[in-house]
């Protein structure tokens, strides 16, 4: 089965997602990698899709293996640190961490109650024994994340410095799932 790029990133590449106890015992993208690898796809890729948080972060360890950098290394390096956006993390600070916003779920009562993103699995946002989670793992704030935001709606570009290249941008916003079965 090949599987390309493309379709990590469109969710069109038909790779199951992890169980909540193989999350637990991984710790970097290449380890999720190799537990993914050794799972059967649902779908021939390209065909269909779902959405596929595993594909995502599939995506992120080519990065890694490409640039030879951790992901979140590749991030600070390429992204977060020319845009400025200081406070974007996988592994926020503990001064960061005074400013994190609170999680709340009803509970059986209709209350709400207090919890934990659901992707720390009940560890720290600090915890650095999880792996950075390309699909969603993300910390920042809202001014950080209106520095990206402005840089795509700009075409790559933001207070008159390159970031991408428009073709990088348009090839970033292609719809890939037009007519394919949404199978989720």
Same mark, same amino acid.
């Given at each position: 089965?090949?599987?390309?790029?493309?379709?990590?990133?469109?969710?069109?590449?038909?790779?199951?997602?992890?169980?909540?106890?193989?999350?637990?015992?991984?710790?970097?993208?290449?380890?999720?990698?190799?537990?993914?690898?050794k799972?059967?796809?649902?779908?021939?890729?390209?065909?269909?899709?779902?959405?596929? /948080?595993?594909?995502?972060?599939?995506?992120?360890?080519?990065?890694?293996?490409? =640039?030879?950098?951790?992901?979140?290394?590749?991030?600070?390096?390429?992204?977060?640190?020319?845009?400025?956006?200081?406070?974007?993390?996988?592994?926020?600070?503990?001064? /960061?961490? /005074?400013?994190?916003? %609170? =999680?709340?779920?009803?509970?059986? /009562?209709?209350?709400?109650?207090? %919890?934990s993103?659901?992707?720390?699995?009940?560890?720290?946002?600090?915890?650095?024994?999880?792996?950075?989670?390309?699909?969603g793992?993300?910390?920042?704030?809202? =001014?950080?994340?209106g520095?990206?935001?402005?840089?795509?709606?700009?075409?790559?570009?933001?207070?008159?410095?390159?970031?991408?290249?428009?073709?990088?941008?348009?090839?970033?916003?292609?719809?890939?799932?037009?007519?394919?079965?949404?199978?989720?």
């Amino acid at each position: 089965v090949t599987i390309t790029i493309a379709n990590c990133l469109s969710h069109t590449a038909g790779l199951q997602e992890l169980t909540k106890e193989e999350e637990l015992a991984t710790s970097n993208l290449a380890q999720l990698a190799a537990v993914t690898a050794k799972k059967p796809v649902k779908f021939k890729p390209g065909t269909k899709w779902t959405y596929c /948080q595993t594909g995502i972060s599939v995506a992120a360890r080519i990065v890694e293996v490409v =640039s030879n950098e951790t992901f979140p290394e590749f991030l600070e390096k390429r992204l977060f640190g020319p845009l400025g956006m200081k406070d974007t993390s996988f592994y926020p600070t503990e001064e /960061q961490m /005074q400013r994190l916003a %609170v =999680s709340y779920e009803k509970n059986e /009562q209709g209350l709400f109650k207090t %919890v934990s993103p659901y992707f720390l699995h009940g560890r720290t946002p600090t915890d650095r024994s999880r792996y950075p989670r390309a699909s969603g793992g993300l910390f920042s704030t809202v =001014s950080d994340y209106g520095k990206f935001a402005r840089m795509i709606l700009r075409g790559g570009e933001l207070d008159g410095k390159r970031f991408l290249k428009p073709e990088s941008i348009k090839e970033m916003t292609l719809s890939r799932t037009d007519g394919l079965e949404n199978v989720g």
